[in-house]
C-alpha cells in the first residue's frame, strides 16, 4: 500500500473490517473515542509487535472492529448492540476465511500483529489519520495478511501469489514487460530492496536496473558527488536550505522551492513568493502572480476561483455560479457538498437522512454503525 492509499476515505475502518485482527487488550492498547487521539505519532512499533494466531483470528477481527466503532457510533446518536456486532462479524470472518484458503492463500501472523498492532494509531479519537509514522508499515501489512504460497524466486503471475518474507520485507511480483498481459507473465517472486541513510537508491547505475526505495522517515534524493556522481542517495528529510526536487524531500511545514531547488519556509503574507509555487505562501494566504507577494485569501464577498487561486480563506466556499466567496454554513443549514460547511461535514445523522452540515461524525457513518447493531458487513 502507497502513501496515497493511506489518504482513502475511511481506508483504516475498512482495514479493520474486511482484514479483521486480534484483541486490542492483547496488545494492550485502546480503541474508540478519545480526546488526545494519536495521528501524530502513537509511538507504535512495528517491529515489536507480536504476530497474531490464526485460530484467535476471527473471534479477534470481531472485537477490533465492535470496539472500535461501536464508541464512536454511540456518541453520534447511532444504536449499537455489541453481541450482534460481534456476531456480523464473526459470520463475515468465517466466509472470509474459506475464500482465502480456497484460493490457496496463507495466513501471515506476523503482518497480523503489525497491522492490528498499528490500527489503533490510526483510528483514534473516531477520525482516520494517515500522519502516524508507522502508518505506512502498518498499511503494507495489512495488506500481507493473506498471501500466497509461491517462495521467493518462484513463478508468479502477481504479487499476491507471492509468500511472506521471513523477516517483514516486501515480497512483490518482478518481470519482463510481455505483450499482451501486463508484464506479469513467467514473473519471480522478488524482496524489495530498501536502502538505509547514504546508500544508493531509485534506478541509477550503482543501484541497479530493480528501483530501490529508501526505509522510512528517509527520501530518495539526487545528490551530485555522493558516492557515484548524479546518482541518489537515501538522505534525511531537509531543513531549511537544505537541497530538494519536490517538497516530499523537506520536512514537514515546508516545501522547495523551485528556483533554488532547497527547501524553504512557506512566507507570511506580505512577503514575497515564487508564482510558480503553490506552497510558497503560508496558510491563509496565496502568490498574486503579478505581484509576486504573499496575498490573504479572500473572503465572504469577494472574487475567487472554483479551481484555482484565488481560492477562499478558511471561513468561506467559493461559489461556482458567482465566483464569489460565501460564508459557511454552520450545522443544522442545507448543504451539497461538505465544502459548504464550517463543520467539512454535509450529510445525514443518526436521525434524519437530509443533506445538512453536521458535526463530522468521523469513522461513524451510516453503513458502519449499521455493522455495529448487527447488520451483514457490506465489504
Same mark, same amino acid.
Given at each position: $500500500?502507497?502513501a496515497?492509499?493511506?489518504?482513502?476515505?475511511?481506508?483504516?475502518?475498512?482495514?479493520?473490517?474486511s482484514?479483521?485482527?486480534a484483541?486490542?487488550?492483547?496488545? @494492550?492498547?485502546?480503541?474508540?473515542?478519545?480526546?488526545?487521539?494519536?495521528?501524530?505519532?502513537?509511538?507504535?512499533?512495528?517491529?515489536?509487535a507480536?504476530?497474531?494466531?490464526?485460530?484467535?483470528y476471527?473471534?479477534?477481527?470481531?472485537? *477490533?472492529?465492535? %470496539?472500535?466503532?461501536?464508541?464512536?457510533?454511540?456518541? *453520534?446518536?447511532?444504536?449499537?448492540?455489541?453481541?450482534?456486532?460481534?456476531?456480523? $462479524?464473526?459470520?463475515?470472518?468465517?466466509?472470509?476465511?474459506?475464500?482465502?484458503?480456497?484460493?490457496?492463500?496463507?495466513?501471515?501472523?506476523?503482518?497480523?500483529?503489525?497491522?492490528?498492532? @498499528?490500527?489503533?494509531?490510526?483510528?483514534?479519537?473516531?477520525?482516520?489519520?494517515?500522519?502516524?509514522?508507522?502508518?505506512?508499515?502498518?498499511?503494507?501489512?495489512?495488506?500481507?495478511?493473506?498471501?500466497?504460497?509461491?517462495?521467493?524466486?518462484?513463478?508468479?503471475? &502477481? &504479487?499476491?501469489?507471492?509468500?511472506?518474507?521471513?523477516?517483514?520485507?516486501?515480497?512483490?511480483?518482478?518481470?519482463p514487460?510481455t505483450? @499482451?498481459?501486463?508484464?506479469?507473465?513467467?514473473?519471480?517472486?522478488?524482496?524489495?530492496? *530498501?536502502?538505509?541513510?547514504?546508500?544508493?537508491?531509485?534506478?541509477?547505475?550503482?543501484?541497479?536496473?530493480?528501483? *530501490?526505495?529508501?526505509?522510512?522517515?528517509?527520501?530518495?534524493?539526487?545528490?551530485? %558527488?555522493a %558516492?557515484?556522481?548524479?546518482?541518489?542517495?537515501?538522505?534525511?528529510?531537509?531543513?531549511?536550505?537544505?537541497?530538494?526536487?519536490?517538497?516530499?524531500?523537506?520536512?514537514?511545514?515546508?516545501?522547495?522551492?523551485?528556483?533554488?531547488?532547497?527547501?524553504?519556509?512557506?512566507?507570511?503574507?506580505?512577503?514575497?513568493c515564487?508564482?510558480?509555487?503553490?506552497?510558497?505562501?503560508?496558510? @491563509?494566504?496565496?502568490?498574486?502572480?503579478?505581484?509576486?507577494?504573499?496575498?490573504?485569501?479572500p473572503?465572504?464577498? #469577494?472574487?475567487c476561483?472554483?479551481?484555482?487561486?484565488?481560492?477562499?480563506?478558511?471561513?468561506? &466556499?467559493?461559489?461556482?455560479?458567482?465566483?464569489?466567496?460565501?460564508?459557511?454554513?454552520?450545522?443544522?443549514?442545507?448543504?451539497?457538498?461538505?465544502?459548504?460547511?464550517?463543520?467539512?461535514?454535509?450529510?445525514?445523522?443518526?436521525?434524519?437522512?437530509?443533506?445538512?452540515?453536521?458535526?463530522?461524525?468521523?469513522?461513524?457513518?451510516?453503513?458502519?454503525? #449499521?455493522?455495529?447493531?448487527?447488520?451483514?458487513?457490506?465489504?
Amino acid at each position: $500500500m502507497n502513501a496515497g492509499s493511506l489518504a482513502q476515505s475511511h481506508r483504516w475502518v475498512h482495514v479493520v473490517a474486511s482484514l479483521g485482527l486480534a484483541t486490542l487488550a492483547a496488545l @494492550g492498547l485502546g480503541v474508540g473515542c478519545s480526546d488526545g487521539g494519536s495521528g501524530g505519532g502513537s509511538g507504535f512499533n512495528p517491529s515489536t509487535a507480536p504476530p497474531i494466531a490464526q485460530a484467535d483470528y476471527c473471534a479477534s477481527k470481531a472485537n *477490533v472492529y465492535c %470496539g472500535i466503532v461501536l464508541p464512536c457510533c454511540q456518541a *453520534v446518536g447511532y444504536p449499537t448492540d455489541r453481541g450482534k456486532c460481534q456476531d456480523a $462479524m464473526l459470520a463475515s470472518c468465517q466466509s472470509e476465511v474459506s475464500t482465502k484458503t480456497a484460493a490457496g492463500r496463507a495466513y501471515d501472523a506476523r503482518a497480523a500483529g503489525v497491522c492490528l498492532g @498499528g490500527l489503533p494509531s490510526v483510528t483514534t479519537g473516531c477520525k482516520e489519520s494517515a500522519n502516524d509514522p508507522a502508518a505506512t508499515a502498518i498499511g503494507d501489512a495489512c495488506d500481507r495478511i493473506w498471501v500466497g504460497a509461491v517462495p521467493i524466486g518462484g513463478t508468479c503471475a &502477481s &504479487s499476491t501469489d507471492c509468500a511472506a518474507a521471513s523477516d517483514g520485507s516486501t515480497v512483490y511480483c518482478s518481470a519482463p514487460a510481455t505483450p @499482451g498481459d501486463g508484464g506479469t507473465s513467467g514473473g519471480k517472486c522478488t524482496v524489495q530492496p *530498501v536502502a538505509k541513510l547514504g546508500e544508493a537508491c531509485g534506478t541509477n547505475t550503482d543501484a541497479g536496473a530493480t528501483y *530501490v526505495s529508501c526505509v522510512t522517515g528517509l527520501s530518495c534524493l539526487y545528490v551530485a %558527488g555522493a %558516492g557515484v556522481p548524479g546518482s541518489s542517495h537515501c538522505v534525511q528529510l531537509g531543513d531549511v536550505g537544505a537541497q530538494c526536487h519536490t517538497g516530499s524531500d523537506c520536512k514537514s511545514a515546508l516545501y522547495c522551492d523551485s528556483t533554488t531547488l532547497k527547501c524553504a519556509s512557506p512566507a507570511p503574507v506580505g512577503a514575497a513568493c515564487a508564482p510558480n509555487d503553490t506552497s510558497s505562501c503560508a496558510t @491563509g494566504g496565496y502568490c498574486d502572480q503579478t505581484a509576486k507577494k504573499c496575498v490573504a485569501l479572500p473572503g465572504a464577498g #469577494a472574487p475567487c476561483a472554483t479551481f484555482a487561486y484565488p481560492q477562499c480563506a478558511a471561513d468561506s &466556499s467559493c461559489d461556482a455560479t458567482s465566483k464569489l466567496c460565501v460564508a459557511k454554513k454552520g450545522n443544522g443549514q442545507a448543504c451539497s457538498t461538505s465544502s459548504e460547511c464550517l463543520s467539512g461535514y454535509c450529510g445525514g445523522t443518526a436521525t434524519s437522512t437530509a443533506k445538512a452540515c453536521n458535526p463530522d461524525p468521523g469513522i461513524a457513518s451510516a453503513s458502519t454503525c #449499521a455493522v455495529a447493531n448487527g447488520a451483514a458487513p457490506p465489504f
